[in-house]
């Protein structure tokens, strides 16, 4: 940080108690204590030149999840709550669905989208609206031998795309052998290629916008972008995070 110049540190524990990483039962505690050391260190750090640096950490959007933290007392250390609100669904899952869907996309599937996990923050947990940014994902996930949502599948399309997802730079160059869908439940769209027997679950300018809006509309942070070069095209364009700066500038008059 003094050799950077950087104005915080960002935590990105996933997760305390989670038994498939080790965990174990003592991480809820331990997790507010390292929160608070670092806060501490950071205080004395920014004494020395007058700043107040920030304190940041990625956060879960399940409670499945999220009851592992000491969420009062996590909050009240935070700057700032980056919810992961991506990677709510994908081939480990049995039926195919939406990667990051902003609304539940049916009445039996309600807990996995970024609505529900702004409002568990928010009301279940009263952390303050202005702490919280919302994740969205500049990648999709494959589902082969698939053409439509929330339908089983054979795991993600290793044929046409890497394993373990695809970024929005590599979608766009395919999406000439797909046909795209929107879930206006959702508010996301998918891709289908009946070609290829493959379903895409990604976020477009659309998506990213309305997420963007969300955020305003909600009186959010903001939003935490995973991951930034994701949609970094071959001609230098940025159409994602164009779509999310035009709503925020015009949203601030700027």
């Known amino acids: 940080m003094r050799a950077f110049g950087f104005d915080g540190i960002d935590i990105d524990w996933e997760y305390p108690c989670y038994v498939d990483h080790k965990g174990t039962p003592d991480d809820k505690a331990n997790f507010t204590k390292l929160l608070h050391i670092t806060r501490d260190s950071l205080d004395a750090f920014g004494r020395t030149d007058g700043r107040r640096l920030l304190l940041t950490a990625a956060t879960p959007a399940v409670e499945i999840l999220l009851k592992n933290y000491e969420v009062d007392s996590v909050a009240s250390i935070l700057d700032m709550l980056n919810v992961m609100t991506y990677d709510l669904n994908g081939d480990w899952d049995t039926?195919?669905?939406?990667?990051?869907?902003?609304?539940?996309?049916?009445?039996?599937?309600?807990?996995?989208?970024?609505?529900?996990?702004?409002?568990?923050?928010?009301?279940?947990?009263?952390?303050?609206?202005?702490?919280?940014?919302?994740?969205?994902?500049?990648?999709?996930?494959?589902?082969?031998?698939?053409?439509?949502?929330?339908?089983?599948?054979?795991?993600?399309?290793?044929?046409?795309?890497?394993?373990?997802?695809?970024?929005?730079?590599?979608?766009?160059?395919?999406?000439?052998?797909?046909?795209?869908?929107?879930?206006?439940?959702?508010?996301?769209?998918?891709?289908?290629?009946?070609?290829?027997?493959?379903?895409?679950?990604?976020?477009?300018?659309?998506?990213?916008?309305?997420?963007?809006?969300?955020?305003?509309?909600?009186?959010?942070?903001?939003?935490?972008?995973?991951?930034?070069?994701?949609?970094?095209?071959?001609?230098?364009?940025?159409?994602l995070l164009n779509a999310v700066d035009s709503k925020f500038k015009t949203s601030s008059g700027k």
Not at 209 to 215: E, I
Request: net charge negative; proline share 6%; with cysteine.
């Open 95 to 239: 039926l195919s669905g939406h990667n990051a869907p902003l609304y539940s996309p049916n009445a039996t599937d309600t807990l996995r989208n970024l609505d529900a996990a702004f409002h568990l923050l928010t009301v279940t947990y009263y952390v303050p609206e202005a702490k919280i940014n919302l994740g969205v994902p500049f990648y999709g996930h494959t589902y082969a031998d698939c053409t439509a949502i929330t339908t089983k599948h054979k795991g993600a399309d290793t044929v046409h795309f890497a394993p373990d997802g695809c970024p929005y730079n590599e979608i766009v160059q395919v999406k000439n052998k797909f046909t795209r869908m929107w879930d206006d439940r959702a508010k996301v769209p998918y891709l289908v290629s009946e070609d290829w027997k493959t379903l895409v679950s990604y976020d477009d300018e659309e998506s990213v916008g309305d997420k963007a809006q969300y955020v305003i509309d909600h009186h959010a942070c903001g939003l935490i972008i995973w991951e930034i070069t994701g949609d970094y095209l071959p001609d230098g364009t940025t159409p």
